[in-house]
């Protein structure tokens, strides 16, 4: 007996808009007569996403699902899931391990996986629109600074679509490897970019440029990697660099996130904060705390956005839940009092 089903098999099915799920198994079912070519030609949404869930029985008509609204069974789970898993903390001399060895970690890391790891993030510009204007003037310079830059997954990117003619980007990491290896690519143009090896979590930043200089600070999936006590010294720095009206552009992972979840107990540093198999760190924030720690810099909200997201594997039958935060927040022209 074949497992496709036949057009007869079709036509003997209620019509999908009488038929109520009552087991989310019939998922399965509801789906069987259903061709996937329509979803093919679906661009991702843009902004903040615009692909909403309406009907379960849909859920593998694409690949992911945006504001995805979680109930309080889930959310009770989620918590149980994290409070099993952070039962037992790793003893001092192991926290101080991985978290003075990052550098070596992460260049670990990137000589495994190369630039081969983290595609090219050509998102970006749809979520910040700021990285890439259509509309400056030729005259006007631009200064971009990528704290955590990796193999130059934004700033390749970036130099490829931007078509400002005094447009300087900078970037750092305190991987010496991932800083080779971005250099290295032949999109890497040195008369547009500045790259250099730095430790974020410094008191004092070894920068080539100087204080309220800079346009924008990105800052994608880094600050989650850094000791929670040192992040509030580096969105401090990040204030310190940027010019009066500039902004910081921020994308993280968010509390209860599917990669929190999935953590064994024996992994966590401290309430949050994690170990990788590969020994490099990861933290998962709430908005309010990032909102709080983006304040106390001297940083004014102008966008905090949680992104739930689920995510499937149709071949598999997999449901994924994704939690990140995406922020913007700009320096003020007048500092507040």
Known sequence: MSGTPTADDCEKRPQFGTRLLKDSDDVFKHNACKTW???????????????????????????????????????????????????????????ERFQSDAPKFWDSFYGIHDNRFFKDRHWLFTEFPELAPLDVSEQQSRSIFELGCGVGNTILPLLQYSVEPKLKVFGCDFSARAIDILRSQPQFDEKRCEVFVMDATEEQWPVPFEENSQDIIVMIFVLSACQPKKMQQILDNCYRYLRPGGLLLFRDYGRYDLAQLRFKSGKCLEDNFYVRGDGTLVYFFTEEELRGMFTKAGLQEEQVIVDR???????????????????????????TS
């Open 309 to 335: 997201r689920l995510q499937v594997n149709r071949s598999r039958g997999l449901k994924m839940y994704r939690v990140w935060i995406q922020a913007k927040f700009k320096k003020p022209l007048v500092p």
């Open 37 to 95: 070519e329509h979803t093919r030609e679906r661009k991702k949404p843009a902004g903040a996403g615009g692909r909403i869930l309406t009907d379960v029985r849909e859920v593998f008509e694409f690949n992911a699902w945006d504001h995805v609204q979680w109930d309080e069974e889930q959310e009770l789970a989620a918590q149980a899931a994290v409070a099993k898993n952070s039962c037992s903390k790793l003893n001092d001399d192991e926290r």
